[in-house]
Structure formats: structure tokens, C-alpha cells
């Protein structure tokens, strides 16, 4: 009895001394940095005891929270050589976090936190470990996988098709690429089955036309005796990666290995879409660049815009005079990708001259 009194101040002591138990040396805040990642709904549960530490829950919510951040942008291969770190090291590229949602229920505390990542401490953190990142950016791929039974001269598509059918079942919150099956159409399937002894040179543009999407990947997965060969066709921007990869799986009816190789499938397209997506934070391009001091709006967007490229190093300003706002910007990749970047957000520059200046 006494020890659920004493339980019972305890708990109503933490609530109201909440903002003032967390003994870690920055502050909770909701503000979003242009230059930081953000990471979301980490959701973290505990039994509420006598020796509960709340700081031990937002240091195991932090740690979710950077291993989710290293899923989104490092390939599944370089994420091996990231098994561990040390607390106070991660918590140095913390710049905020903020706790969205608190609760008891039946004597258990649930949190759910959110994180923001300083963008130049994780680049910097990985290529310390020789890991080049990716943007996260995240993408919609029409996406057509076929079954080829090598024995019986037959293909499966639609309904009939387990991974089909399978396929969006289950993503995962760190999935980047985001899947649209087509519609069972019998036009679709006939057609298919036209090209059927050519079916790894087909290019299929009369079922990808159908849909308001430009970027496909189709699976072609190839059954026989000894496992199955997929041959995946990727379609990016009007360019085609083919890749080839055999997985000791015979039984598509068994919903374990159907399981398997949707995850170990989709493992594949996810380190595809990275490897497209991959910033050298090795390179170090300086960029000396001029505006014009007409508009200070013209200043502020040009600044607006340096700040959300995630493969601006850093910038800063070296001089200014009555004309013009003289940059150095630093940048982790080639004058053409900046110049191509730069001119996505309207941006012309004329590159004849050592300093650069918009056109």
C-alpha cells in the first residue's frame, strides 16, 4: 500500500516537474531548420517504476531515431559499417527534437518524439567513415512484376501473381520508393502474352503508356528447378538500368518466400534509387558568385534557395559593395550539376567571367 502511495506521488512529481527532468544540453523545440533532417514519430514505450529515467527513453528514442535516418540515406551495404555510437556523439549532431505526445496507460509511459539532425554534422560524420549519402528523396515508380515458369512456357500476372498480389502489403517507413500496380486489364495480359518469347527485350510502352507516369520498374522473375532469376528493367528520366540477381527461392506459393523476396527485392530498388540519389560530399567545388543589390527579395530567395540544396556545402558572403552581393559557395558535386540544379529553381548564370553572375 505504501509503496503504490509513493508510486502515485512520484508519478504526479514527474508530471509537473516534466519540462524540468530532462538533464541534456539543448532545449525541446518545434522549429524546422532548412538544413537539418527531420525524423518523425519515434514511438517509445517503458514500464513507469521506481526507477524510471525519462532521459534514458529520449536517449533510446534518439538512437531510433539516427539509425532511421541512416535507412533513408545510406545504402543497405554501407549501413554494415555502422553498428554503434557513442551517445554523446550522436547527440552532437542533434540540433532539436521536441516530444510530440506523452502518456500513462496501466502504468506504462509512451513518448513519441521527433528529431532534427544537423545536415552538415551527418555528412560530415559519414564521410569520416568513407560512406558517400543520398538526398531522401522520395518517388513513385509504376511497377509491373511477372512471373516466367521456364518449365511449363507459361507467365503469371495480376490475381494469379503472388508477389502482385503481395507486393504493397507491407512498406516500410524508411522505403523511399513508393509502388503503383496497374489495373488487371485483360488487353494488358494478352498483349503481354504476345511478346512472350521476346519478353526480355520487350519494352512494354503500350502498358506504361496507359498510366500517368514515366518512370517504371518491371520484374521480370524467371522460375525453374533451381530458384529464381529476376531480371529487373528500371526506367529513370528516359534512362534504362537493367540488373540481374538469382535468389535460391522455388516455392512462390509458399507466403515466407514470397514475403522474402518482395523484402529483398525491394532492398535492391531501394539502394538503386540511392546509388541515383548519391551526394560526394568528397568533392569541394568553390563557386564565386555575384547579385546584384537591386532587390533585397532577390538576395534573400537567392539565399533561400542556396539553403534547401542539400548539395550546398556552405555558403557565406566575402564582400559587398553598391552594385553588388559577392558569394562563396561550396559545393559537393560538378559546375554542371549546380548549374542544372540552380536552373530547376530559375536561376541562369553567365559562367564567361571567373565570379559568376545571374543572367
Not at 47 to 74: C, H, T, Y
Request: a positive charge; proline letters at 2%; glycine letters at 2%.
Amino acid at each position: 500500500m505504501i509503496f503504490k502511495i509513493k508510486k502515485s506521488i512520484f508519478k504526479i512529481l514527474y508530471i509537473f516537474f516534466v519540462l524540468l527532468s530532462l538533464n541534456i544540453f539543448f532545449f525541446s523545440t518545434d522549429k524546422v531548420y532548412a538544413k537539418s533532417f527531420d525524423i518523425k514519430n519515434i514511438d517509445i514505450s517503458r514500464p513507469f517504476e521506481m526507477n524510471f529515467d525519462k532521459n534514458q527513453v529520449i536517449n533510446e528514442g534518439f538512437e531510433r531515431a539516427f539509425f532511421e535516418l541512416i535507412s533513408l540515406i545510406v545504402s543497405s551495404n554501407d549501413r554494415n559499417k555502422i553498428d554503434n555510437i557513442k551517445l554523446n556523439e550522436l547527440k552532437g549532431m542533434i540540433e532539436s527534437f521536441s516530444i510530440q505526445e506523452e502518456k500513462f496507460i496501466n502504468e506504462i509511459y509512451y513518448v513519441n518524439l521527433g528529431v532534427s539532425f544537423n545536415k552538415k554534422k551527418i555528412y560530415k560524420y559519414l564521410e569520416k567513415r568513407n560512406i558517400f549519402p543520398s538526398v531522401p528523396n522520395r518517388k513513385k515508380f509504376l511497377f509491373i512484376p511477372i512471373i516466367i515458369d521456364e518449365n511449363k512456357k507459361d507467365l503469371l500476372i495480376f490475381d494469379k501473381n503472388k508477389v502482385f498480389k503481395n507486393w504493397n502489403l507491407n512498406s516500410e517507413k524508411t522505403h523511399l520508393i513508393e509502388y503503383l500496380l496497374p489495373t488487371e486489364d485483360l488487353e494488358d495480359l494478352n498483349q503481354i502474352k504476345k511478346n512472350y518469347e521476346i519478353i526480355e527485350q520487350y519494352d512494354f510502352k503500350e502498358v506504361i503508356s496507359k498510366y500517368d507516369l514515366n518512370d517504371s520498374i518491371i520484374s521480370l522473375i524467371f522460375k525453374d528447378i533451381d530458384g529464381l532469376r529476376v531480371l529487373s528493367r528500371i526506367t529513370y528520366n528516359n534512362n534504362v538500368v537493367i540488373k540481374n540477381k538469382f535468389f535460391p527461392l522455388k516455392d512462390l506459393n509458399n507466403k515466407d518466400q514470397v514475403n522474402k523476396l518482395i523484402k529483398e527485392l525491394k532492398l535492391v530498388y531501394e539502394d538503386h534509387w540511392k546509388k541515383i540519389n548519391q551526394i560526394n560530399t568528397s568533392i569541394k567545388l568553390v563557386l564565386n558568385i555575384k547579385i546584384s543589390n537591386k532587390s533585397s527579395e532577390i538576395l534573400s530567395d537567392f539565399e533561400k534557395n542556396l539553403n534547401n540544396l542539400d548539395l550546398i556545402n556552405y555558403f557565406f558572403i566575402t564582400k559587398f559593395d553598391k552594385d553588388y552581393t559577392y558569394y562563396q559557395v561550396i559545393f559537393n558535386g560538378t559546375p554542371s550539376t549546380f548549374l542544372k540544379t540552380m536552373e530547376e529553381r530559375n536561376y541562369i548564370f553567365n559562367t564567361q567571367n571567373k565570379i559568376w553572375s545571374i543572367r
